[in-house]
């Protein structure tokens, strides 16, 4: 696993500092055979999260998403269905570090996986799958894209 500071966000971050970055990510939804979803509790703020992360450079969005599935959950992707595409300024904002960014998010359906679910990594404090009544603190976009997820009819969304 690559450390912040040696990622290529973690990169420009230190050239541009604070400054609005377009941030190009992915993110998985995993549902398992009951149709839960699984959340991970991220370690850096203790919120309730779908996997993902910031892509790097010369990886394609597909590695992306594997690699961050792996490193956060210890799954490994199998394959996927790009379900939607969001962007533009309703996803910008000030992250706790005081970094701006508007993020470019690649939302993922994992149609297959395999491993054994890790709890606790570098980058999450606990994960498990939850129903949607089970739910616990996290942001409102992971809820926008489990809407979407119901909805999917097999043409992207983009939004």
């Given amino acids: 696993m690559t450390s912040f ?8 971050r230190k050239l541009v500092g604070n400054r609005k970055l377009l941030t190009p990510a992915t993110r998985a939804i995993i549902q398992d055979e009951r149709g839960r979803t699984l959340f991970g509790q991220r370690r850096d703020n203790h919120k309730w999260g ?3 992360g910031f892509m790097e450079l010369d990886e394609t969005v597909y590695d992306a998403l594997c690699r961050e599935v792996k490193e956060e959950t210890g ?20 992250n706790q570090y005081g970094n701006e960014y508007q993020m470019l998010v ?20 606990d994960a498990g799958f939850f129903s949607e009544a089970e739910l ?13 997820l119901s909805s999917f009819s097999g043409q992207m969304i983009l939004k």
């Fill in 136 to 148: 616990l603190d996290c942001y409102e976009y992971y809820r926008e894209a489990l809407d979407d």
């Fill in 106 to 125: 690649f939302q993922f359906r994992v149609d297959k996986w395999g491993g054994l679910l890790v709890k606790e990594t570098d980058e999450t404090l």
């Fill in 5 to 12: 500071e040696e990622s290529y966000l973690g990169q420009i």
């Fill in 50 to 52: 779908l996997p993902g």
């Fill in 75 to 94: 799954l490994d992707v199998l394959s996927a269905t790009l379900i939607a595409i969001y962007s533009g300024p309703r996803f910008a904002g000030t």
